[in-house]
């Protein structure tokens, strides 16, 4: 094949552009570093939540949204504060990309098959104000079938593309170099890794059987953002924003995440701006049944779990599960530790703890609604959080509080202080004695009684108030929450047509990017802060927006 286009990445971002070239009936040349087993890349572990505004199921659970509340809440969060260079286009796609989310986003995907349930979560509840950080209301809508499902709408398009000969893929390609004539990028070349047939998100071997040079008239990078190297996270950790990087990191993304094509593309000429942006969660736990290597799972809270630092003190307001995650994780490293605990009941871990991944949630991936009630109904937690419970190491389950406290000081060796058990009751006493009256001084559960107006939370997300030394809600559980890495949030910087441009501002002839590398359009479109489901979403709207720019 003499490809129209190469794209450098079969994750979502790629497959999307894949997609629209296709249908555009452009050829197409699909490298990656992995096996086929790994196409749709982080999408496919993905909880599948996509950030829609005003929704028909919105409106169905009473929820009143509009753009511009919603671009109210995006610009608060991103706080863009390099109008003059770095965030020029992230400030421009942010406003295309939540009008998209407005409008066209949800008939898009609705025309490729894509289902949403209708329950609205309401994740990254912010950090207090109306003009800042987080989501005014519910907008995570999850997809019917989670991160697999929204794969697979691009997916299969795409190889009914390579059974017509008009995709061609080339798997256990690692792009190494973009080649570069006459200041144009006009093709890639690099290392053609051996054969290796390990199972999706497994990590495979680097070794080297033969090279190779591939050639087109433009190049699309769509590779991912930096999630798993630990070492480029920490080159660009914002120490005098959030404080030192933690030492203990654990990773949600897998190994391929590696972020090695940023400073490739730097090397043909491309911008990375925005480097030391990055959104990463404070909840992170050690799966107990690791896929890649130091695997972490994210636990995506309600808010009524008491939340302690390393030191055993309550964290101040609003660092309430839910509500800030880069607020909280500057709470958190400020102690001079890298952890904190959760402690919370049987009542709060049945209602409120969801884990975000395809496979931590096995009955909306597969949609079946039968076994999602089974699992949703049934007494106890869903099946995964209680395997977690039973095995997973940073679980602690007491009957008493003396032996929860005596639990997590045997975690805490080695990597933090020793607790005392009347300071941890001290506070929880206080705090339950605030639910002696309807209304309280504690913002906490100001902040729960708000959210059981809001009809998912009350219905499957917030436990009924209750005190948590109550026995007849234990027993009593203590998380140990690790930092977890996840998602890049700068990367190339692209304009509004997903072209890459150079340190002038001007576009490399040739060269496009989309999805995380290009901080998700932009060049970081998020600015500082996220407010969720709006990973996917953006490596949709840039990987559109670089396939359509090819096709015209
Ligand atoms: C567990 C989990 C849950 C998540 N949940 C959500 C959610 O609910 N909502 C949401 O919006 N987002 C979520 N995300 C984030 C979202 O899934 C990712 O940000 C997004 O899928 C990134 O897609 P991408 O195409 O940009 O990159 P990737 O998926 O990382 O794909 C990049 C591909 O490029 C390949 N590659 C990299 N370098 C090279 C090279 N040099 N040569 C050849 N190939 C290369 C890699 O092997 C990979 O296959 C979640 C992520 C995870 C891991």
Same mark, same amino acid.
Request: glycine fraction near 12%; hydrophobic fraction near 40%; include cysteine.
């Given at each position: 094949?003499?490809?129209?286009?190469i794209?450098?990445?079969?994750?979502?971002?790629?497959?999307v552009?894949?997609?629209?070239?296709v249908q555009?009936?452009?050829?197409?040349?699909?490298?990656?570093?992995e096996n086929?087993?790994?196409?749709?890349?982080?999408?496919?572990?993905?909880?599948?939540?996509?950030?829609?505004?005003d929704?028909?199921?919105?409106?169905?659970?009473?929820?009143?949204?509009s753009?511009?509340?919603?671009?109210?809440?995006?610009?608060?969060?991103a706080?863009?504060d390099?109008l003059?260079?770095?965030?020029?286009?992230?400030?421009?796609?942010?406003?295309?990309?939540?009008?998209?989310?407005?409008?066209?986003?949800r008939?898009?995907?609705?025309?490729?098959?894509?289902?949403?349930?209708?329950?609205?979560?309401?994740?990254?509840?912010?950090?207090?104000?109306?003009?800042?950080?987080?989501?005014?209301?519910?907008?995570?809508?999850?997809?019917?079938?989670?991160?697999?499902?929204?794969?697979r709408?691009?997916?299969?398009?795409?190889?009914?593309?390579?059974?017509?000969?008009?995709?061609?893929?080339?798997?256990?390609?690692?792009?190494?170099?973009?080649?570069?004539?006459?200041?144009?990028?006009?093709?890639?070349?690099?290392?053609?890794?051996?054969?290796?047939?390990s199972?999706?998100?497994?990590?495979?071997?680097?070794?080297?059987?033969?090279?190779?040079?591939? *050639? !087109?008239?433009?190049? +699309? %990078?769509?590779?991912?953002?930096?999630? @798993?190297?630990?070492?480029? &996270?920490?080159?660009?950790? =914002?120490?005098?924003?959030?404080?030192?990087?933690?030492?203990?990191?654990?990773?949600?993304?897998?190994?391929?995440?590696d972020g090695?094509?940023?400073?490739?593309?730097? *090397? !043909?000429g491309?911008? +990375? %701006?925005?480097?030391?942006r990055?959104? @990463?969660?404070?909840?992170? &736990?050690?799966?107990?049944? =690791?896929?890649?290597?130091?695997?972490?799972?994210?636990?995506?809270?309600?808010p009524?779990?008491?939340?302690?630092?390393?030191?055993?003190?309550?964290?101040?307001?609003?660092?309430?599960?839910?509500?800030?995650?880069?607020g909280?994780?500057?709470?958190?490293?400020?102690?001079?530790?890298?952890y904190?605990?959760?402690?919370?009941?049987?009542?709060?871990?049945?209602?409120e703890?969801?884990l975000?991944g395809?496979?931590?949630n096995?009955?909306?991936?597969s949609?079946?609604?039968?076994?999602?009630?089974?699992?949703?109904?049934?007494?106890?937690a869903p099946?995964?959080?209680?395997?977690?419970?039973?095995?997973?190491?940073?679980?602690v389950?007491?009957?008493?509080?003396?032996?929860?406290?005596?639990?997590?000081?045997t975690?805490?060796?080695?990597?933090?202080?020793?607790?005392?058990?009347?300071?941890i009751?001290?506070?929880?006493?206080?705090?339950?004695?605030?639910?002696?009256?309807?209304?309280?001084?504690?913002?906490?559960?100001?902040?729960?009684?708000?959210?059981?107006?809001?009809?998912?939370?009350?219905?499957?997300?917030?436990?009924?108030?209750?005190?948590?030394?109550?026995?007849?809600?234990?027993?009593?559980?203590?998380?140990?929450?690790?930092?977890?890495?996840?998602?890049t949030?700068?990367g190339?910087q692209?304009d509004?047509?997903?072209r890459?441009l150079?340190?002038?501002?001007?576009?490399?002839?040739?060269?496009?990017?989309?999805?995380?590398?290009?901080?998700?359009?932009?060049?970081?479109?998020?600015?500082?802060?996220?407010?969720?489901?709006t990973?996917?979403?953006?490596?949709?709207?840039?990987?559109?927006?670089a396939?359509?720019?090819?096709?015209?």
């Amino acid at each position: 094949m003499k490809p129209d286009v190469i794209v450098v990445g079969a994750g979502l971002a790629g497959l999307v552009a894949t997609h629209e070239l296709v249908q555009a009936g452009r050829s197409v040349l699909v490298l990656d570093q992995e096996n086929r087993n790994n196409l749709g890349g982080q999408a496919f572990w993905s909880l599948g939540g996509l950030f829609l505004v005003d929704s028909p199921e919105q409106r169905r659970m009473g929820i009143k949204d509009s753009y511009e509340l919603a671009l109210q809440d995006w610009l608060g969060s991103a706080g863009f504060d390099r109008l003059e260079d770095e965030d020029v286009w992230p400030r421009r796609w942010a406003e295309a990309y939540v009008q998209f989310a407005a409008g066209e986003k949800r008939d898009y995907l609705r025309a490729l098959g894509l289902r949403f349930v209708p329950l609205v979560g309401w994740a990254e509840r912010g950090s207090g104000s109306a003009t800042g950080h987080g989501n005014s209301v519910p907008r995570f809508h999850l997809t019917w079938g989670t991160g697999p499902e929204v794969v697979r709408i691009f997916q299969e398009p795409v190889l009914a593309g390579e059974a017509q000969g008009k995709v061609e893929f080339g798997f256990r390609h690692r792009v190494d170099e973009l080649v570069v004539e006459d200041g144009a990028v006009v093709g890639v070349r690099g290392a053609l890794l051996v054969p290796d047939g390990s199972e999706r998100g497994v990590s495979s071997s680097r070794e080297i059987a033969d090279g190779f040079e591939l *050639r !087109a008239p433009a190049v +699309i %990078v769509t590779s991912g953002g930096i999630g @798993h190297n630990f070492d480029l &996270i920490r080159a660009n950790w =914002p120490v005098e924003r959030l404080g030192p990087a933690p030492e203990h990191l654990i990773s949600g993304v897998p190994e391929h995440v590696d972020g090695r094509m940023l400073a490739i593309t730097e *090397r !043909a000429g491309g911008r +990375i %701006v925005n480097k030391d942006r990055m959104w @990463h969660y404070t909840e992170g &736990i050690h799966n107990w049944d =690791p896929i890649w290597p130091t695997h972490a799972i994210r636990i995506i809270p309600g808010p009524s779990s008491l939340w302690f630092d390393a030191t055993g003190r309550r964290l101040p307001a609003p660092n309430f599960p839910g509500f800030d995650s880069l607020g909280t994780l500057k709470e958190i490293l400020s102690t001079g530790y890298d952890y904190s605990w959760f402690v919370l009941t049987q009542s709060i871990i049945e209602k409120e703890f969801a884990l975000s991944g395809s496979e931590q949630n096995p009955d909306i991936t597969s949609k079946d609604l039968k076994f999602l009630l089974q699992s949703r109904l049934a007494k106890g937690a869903p099946g995964p959080v209680e395997k977690f419970k039973e095995y997973g190491e940073d679980f602690v389950v007491a009957d008493t509080l003396e032996q929860l406290v005596t639990g997590m000081n045997t975690l805490a060796q080695g990597r933090g202080p020793q607790l005392d058990v009347s300071t941890i009751e001290h506070q929880i006493v206080a705090r339950d004695r605030e639910l002696d009256n309807d209304f309280s001084k504690d913002l906490q559960l100001m902040a729960v009684n708000n959210a059981r107006q809001s009809r998912t939370d009350k219905l499957v997300r917030v436990a009924k108030p209750h005190k948590i030394l109550d026995p007849a809600h234990g027993p009593l559980i203590a998380v140990r929450l690790n930092i977890l890495t996840r998602k890049t949030l700068g990367g190339l910087q692209t304009d509004l047509e997903a072209r890459v441009l150079d340190a002038d501002g001007s576009p490399v002839p040739g060269l496009y990017a989309a999805g995380e590398v290009a901080g998700f359009g932009g060049g970081g479109v998020h600015g500082y802060n996220a407010l969720e489901g709006t990973f996917l979403g953006g490596c949709i709207f840039s990987g559109r927006a670089a396939g359509r720019a090819l096709s015209r």
